[in-house]
């Protein structure tokens, strides 16, 4: 069956703009977790979702970062005013379980933004 | 071959030699552990897990250990092949405060080579 989907896979933009990342989970999935890499680094976590509603957005490093998953299904995870430091991979993972973060959590590839 | 974890961030072996990846965690209230592995270009995969109340778990062709008194996690894997090759992170989960949620927080990685 097909896993967690990432788009775009690479995104490139200028400081300033707006971006937007989207994360298709595996299908039935409750859970949806955001995290952020570094280059080098290991990945840190952003915001969580269960169904429709974030219960836990305190990772978010500003308020320039906004996710949303309205249906329960796709999220999208929005960048505005993109900064250089915003630059990094953007990864997405799903999980069948209620409770975060589980065992069962399956990573799409991720997202990589460049701001230049 | 063995690493030190978040001090020596690369750790080379020779294929058929048996690997040990070591991590150091931070939080004595966290109670459970993943080591995943990550290709380049791919998300985070589950390899194994264990829950704080356990100090070793096997499957196949790795083992983890758990010490709970110096707080260090380490990942055997037996056997290396060159498909082992990619970058390993442990990852601790810690509960919110007075909630069911929990977070997982990632290690730095160690990157695994396995040489023919």
């Known amino acids: 069956g097909a896993g967690v989907s990432q788009s775009p896979r690479y995104k490139v933009a200028k400081r300033g703009q707006d971006v937007a990342l989207r994360c298709d989970p595996i299908?039935?999935?409750?859970?949806l977790f955001w995290y952020q890499q570094a280059l080098g680094q290991g990945p840190e976590f952003l915001t969580y979702?269960?169904?429709?509603?974030?219960?836990?957005k305190s990772g978010l490093p500003s308020d320039r970062f906004f996710a949303e998953r309205p249906e329960g299904s796709v999220s999208t995870l929005k960048i505005q005013r993109t900064q250089q430091e915003d630059s990094a991979v953007y990864l997405c993972a799903s999980s069948l379980r209620r409770q975060s973060p589980s065992y069962e959590q399956y990573f799409g590839p991720g997202t990589r933004l460049t701001v230049t | 071959g063995e690493s030190v974890g978040l001090h020596l961030p690369t750790l080379s072996v020779q294929e058929g030699d048996n690997s040990i990846i070591n991590c150091a965690y931070s939080n004595s209230a966290s109670d459970y552990f993943i080591w995943y592995k990550q290709e380049s270009g791919k998300g985070p995969q589950f390899i194994i897990d264990i829950r704080s109340n356990m100090d070793k778990r096997q499957g196949q062709r790795v083992t983890v250990l758990l010490n709970k008194t110096v707080k260090h996690l380490s990942l055997q894997i037996a056997a290396t092949q060159p498909g082992d090759s990619a970058v390993y992170f442990c990852?601790?989960?810690?509960?919110?405060?007075?909630?069911?949620?929990?977070?997982?927080?990632f290690g730095r990685g160690t990157q695994l080579t396995v040489w023919p």
């Open positions: 299908s039935g999935h409750v859970s």
């Open positions: 990852a601790e989960r810690r509960m919110l405060i007075g909630s069911t949620l929990g977070r997982l927080y």
């Open positions: 979702f269960q169904n429709e509603a974030q219960l836990d």
